[in-house]
């Protein structure tokens, strides 16, 4: 089975406000027919007999990768009332088994098991994909849930590179699909009223911000090729990535450090960290980004840097930075992630989760809007568990009608964008020009290369 193959049209600058849906599944029949695609406000909707939701209605689930995130996705996804999982799809079959036993553990309810994500969109009933797969699947899959109907919400980051994030953009309003980005912290209601005294003025105007990961990660080693387990279909794994032999060492986790398929630590969890500082400082494109780094703590096959400092500059007057340690874990500031905000009338830190201080200009304490919840800047899984599903429901509620989405594509592929000119950046070894109407780089053949991937024959992203 091939994907559709029709046009794409490159988006201008996009908008970073939140959308909402209007239709359940009769409209999703009756515009797949049609061949239309409408984007009706929900009173539109509900006043043109297309709007067929109730809070009753439940939002049917298909997720897509969920060996470790996946998973707890599933199991945070089939505690939000009007939601159920209703299948499970994997290419390793042990992952299969092992999720749908503890959803039905969990729900009383068993999940469909499918290894093929192509088959899974085909399902009638399924309303959303949820996206876990590694990170050259998140914008491919994307693509092919909006073409076959089905709202998405995807993994951090949307896309392995920039011009696969234009098109999934692209694809959400051309097929009038919901997209949301698992940037958790869009919908954490204190980091909410933080952005909001950012733009108020709480720290005057602020002008600089920096963010930081740390981590301990040990060593990957050399990876032998070897014969590919049973219990798992590589080549639907690789999928659209360029064909590589099976190591031993790749998966499920270190594919992260491959350019291959991953997207290093810039993007495995520098996103967060800078989308909260896009959205604090007010920005969308840069105008010139520098990074630099390299692999330096281990000789193996780890690609992509383990130590980075990435720099970036804005029109609006503006600069930040994010600095990622993947293998010294000390922490800055005390904690191994989190954001400053420097204005000038004062500071504002931010650790993570869903509390931050604020300091005036000699460094004073004014105040602090606390949260309970721990943040454990280490745990690969989730920093902020408890929390994450206020992001989850905002999507659930969203695909039904009675909300916006926190994190709607558009803002999310802006996020995404600035770690992946931090690492062409790094690889080019220069600093980066930026067009700031559309964040595509400037007078550099070279760099701009990589603002595309080359593809598997046959697997070719169209919109």
């Not at 029709?6 to 970073?16: A, E, L, W």
């Not at 439940?58 to 995130?69: A, C, E, L, P, Y």
Request: with cysteine.
């Amino acid at each position: 089975m091939r994907w559709p193959s029709v046009s794409y049209t490159k988006p201008n600058n996009t908008s970073d406000k939140p959308i909402n849906m209007i239709d359940r599944r009769k409209f999703i029949q009756t515009a797949s027919v049609a061949g239309t695609s409408f984007l009706l406000a929900p009173h539109l909707g509900k006043a043109a007999g297309f709007f067929k939701g109730s809070p009753n209605e439940k939002v049917v689930i298909g997720m897509m990768g969920t060996h470790s995130r996946g998973l707890y996705l599933a199991q945070n996804f089939s505690k939000i009332p009007n939601a159920e999982i209703g299948y499970i799809c994997d290419v390793d079959a042990n992952v299969v088994a092992r999720t749908i036993a503890d959803i039905y553990k969990r729900t009383g309810k068993k999940p469909e098991g499918i290894t093929d994500i192509r088959k899974l969109l085909e399902k009638k009933d399924v309303d959303a994909i949820v996206i876990a797969a590694p990170d050259h699947w998140h914008a491919p899959a994307t693509i092919m849930a909006c073409q076959a109907g089905k709202h998405v919400y995807v993994e951090k980051p949307c896309s392995h590179n920039p011009h696969e994030g234009e098109m999934a953009v692209a694809a959400s309003k051309k097929y009038n699909r919901l997209v949301q980005m698992g940037s958790q912290r869009r919908s954490f209601n204190n980091v909410q009223g933080m952005v909001k005294e950012l733009h108020d003025g709480v720290i005057g105007r602020t002008y600089y911000a920096k963010g930081w990961y740390t981590d301990h990660r040990a060593s990957i080693g050399i990876g032998k090729i070897a014969p590919v387990p049973s219990n798992l279909d590589y080549e639907l794994w690789q999928g659209p990535a360029p064909r590589k032999p099976y190591k031993d060492n790749l998966i499920h986790y270190n594919w992260h450090w491959f350019w291959n398929w991953g997207t290093g630590e810039a993007l495995n969890n520098g996103t967060h960290e800078l989308d909260v500082i896009r959205w604090g400082l007010g920005v969308d494109f840069p105008s010139k980004v520098v990074s630099t780094g390299g692999r330096f703590q281990f000789k193996d096959d780890w690609q992509t840097p383990d130590t980075q400092n990435i720099l970036y500059n804005f029109p609006n007057d503006t600069a930040a930075e994010w600095e990622g340690r993947s293998c010294n874990g000390y922490n800055i500031e005390g904690l191994g992630r989190g954001v400053i905000f420097y204005g000038d009338k004062g500071t504002l830190f931010y650790g993570g989760g869903n509390g931050y201080q604020v300091y005036d200009g000699d460094n004073k304490f004014v105040k602090e809007v606390k949260d309970d919840t721990v943040v454990d800047a280490n745990n690969k899984v989730s920093p902020t568990e408890s929390l994450d599903g206020m992001h989850m429901k905002n999507f659930v509620d969203s695909v039904r009608g009675v909300t916006q989405l926190n994190c709607p594509i558009e803002t999310g592929f802006k996020s995404t964008l600035l770690p992946q000119l931090g690492n062409i950046s790094y690889r080019v070894d220069r600093v980066l020009h930026i067009d700031t109407s559309n964040g595509h780089i400037l007078n550099d053949p070279e760099a701009m290369k990589l603002w595309h991937r080359e593809y598997e024959k046959g697997w070719e992203v169209k919109v």
